[in-house]
């Protein structure tokens, strides 16, 4: 029986402490009468192989004394799928706000690379405690209304005063997709795009078909562009040869009606390439002095701040290409799984 | 084991837990104490584990279903629980659910039979 004590002080140890004595009291009382029932049947008492046996059967117990645990989950099933909803609507804002913090904001703040990487480092400790946060608030939630059902009756609530006529409409696959084009919608769009990349070929010879009288006061003014404005402008260049290429294939592949979603993306990310390079120019230098000799004095504190205001404008847009970057890829991954999953 | 034994192993643990508690309700119309009651569904073909029956009973009591005493038998302190009035009440009720249930299962499955023993 030395071995019966044991095992039941073991299990005392993960009982509820009000509860240990009077529960380990009656889980001995119906072991010894077992006990007892198997000894007369056998004519003798229990080896200690067999009292093992007896034991193993019961369950370690850890196991044996969490059945009698009140609650045995942190978020019931009732609550999970509002749990679940709530942590992806959250996360995905911070992730939002990390990201613009990391791009827009410390950019401007401290302004170096380093704390730019610092800011995006932060992020996954940031996603860790917000989800903590509101796994700790809906456990909390779940056990006031595990124990105490009269006073948090907000989920039946809820039920009840739902209005099914206040579900959104009835949104169609083609909708969604956008209408397909037509062939001569196709054709000109690469006509367009065409007559496009000749309008930006001309820009370099002809200033006025992009600033148009402004070019007048680019000639008499102490400023002029900088070299970095030429690379961006070959990326851009490159862009609507690629784009045109890309329509050209489809039309000739006969897939001009709907444009494939890894295509779209692609050209996101590629489309990104001159504003990031425009981002990287050398000490953010994007208008500089004809004469800076000369005209340092006058007009050098206009061009610090000129050349600020561009870059931070240009940090913004890079900012919002991203996220709609991220948005898409993670629309296109959520529907590809949707489709695999109704495969199956 | 594999995920349709898995599944099977779910969808009938789901299936026992429910018709355990009638069990012992029903059981419980005569007083008995854990043992006893274990031996006594065994006996009429219900196995239960001890770490299943004794929290349930546990539970029963809190929900105001059964009622329980210490009281000395052959020398030993036992806690024997027997249905309480809301219990007879709450186990009437279930009854009449099991009884519908069971009606309209039997019905959908003599529904399938019924055309294949037609078409033989």
Known sequence: MELLDRYLQAVRKYLPLRRQDDIIAELRANMESQIEDRESELGRSLTQGE???FLRKIGHPMVVASRYQPQQYLIGPTMFPMYLYVLRIAMLWVFIICMIVAAVVTPLTEGTGGAVVAAVFRTPGILIQTAAWITLVFAAFEFARTRYPNICPQIDGLNKSWNPSTLPPLEKEALREGKPRSFAQAVAEIIFSVLFLGWVLLIPHYPFLLLGPGVVFLKTSPYQLASVWWTFFGWIVALGIMQIVAKCIDLARGTWERRSRIQQIVFKIVGLIPVLVLLAAPGHIYVSLKNPAVDQAQFGQNLAQVNNAIHLGFSVICAIVVLQLAFDLGKWVSEAYRRREAAF | MTVAENTFENLRLELRR??????????????????????????RGLEIDESTLYPLLRRLETQGLLAS???????????????????????????????SINASVSRILEAETAPNSQAR
Not at chain 2, 24 to 43: F, I, M, S
Not at chain 2, 86 to 97: N, V
């Open chain 1, 51 to 53: 009292f093992d046996d």
């Open chain 2, 69 to 99: 005493q210490w009281r000395e038998e052959d020398k030993r302190n036992k806690r024997f629980y027997r249905l309480s009035p809301e219990g007879e009440q709450i186990l009437a009720r279930l009854l009449d659910e099991w009884n």
């Open chain 2, 18 to 43: 429910g018709c355990l508690t009638l069990a012992v309700l029903a059981q419980l119309r005569q007083e008995h104490y854990g043992y006893t009651l274990r031996k006594e569904l065994a006996e």
